[in-house]
């Protein structure tokens, strides 16, 4: 596994509020939030990016999706609806490179990616 912050919050090498996890991913709140509600869900499979994806990565990626509409729905969000966003590399806006799933939510969301 490389050294990000995301690898050291899988670690337990530094703090986060975790909100959910299993045996193949971690969410916890952005500690920049853009949104009322800005959760991350992070796989722990090493993924630096979305072109790094691979076919045998499916499952991983569906389990973000899954995790991020099963918080939703918990929290009550689901209804008003949230946003879900995955950036990749530097001009789509990836600062952390391990792939990770935005969830936005909680307020009127703009078009475009801002809140």
Known sequence: MTDTIFHKIIRREIPAD???E???LIAF???APQAPVHVLFVPKTDIATLNDVR???AVIIGRLAVAAAGYAKAQGL???GYRL???CNE???QTVFQLHLHLLAGAQL???GTP
């Open 22 to 24: 299993d045996d193949h």
């Open 110 to 112: 703009g078009h475009f």
């Open 29 to 31: 709140r952005d500690i």
């Open 18 to 20: 975790i909100v959910y």
């Open 55 to 57: 076919s045998d990565h």
């Open 91 to 93: 001009y789509g806006g």
């Open 78 to 80: 689901a209804e008003d």
């Open 85 to 87: 966003v995955m950036n």
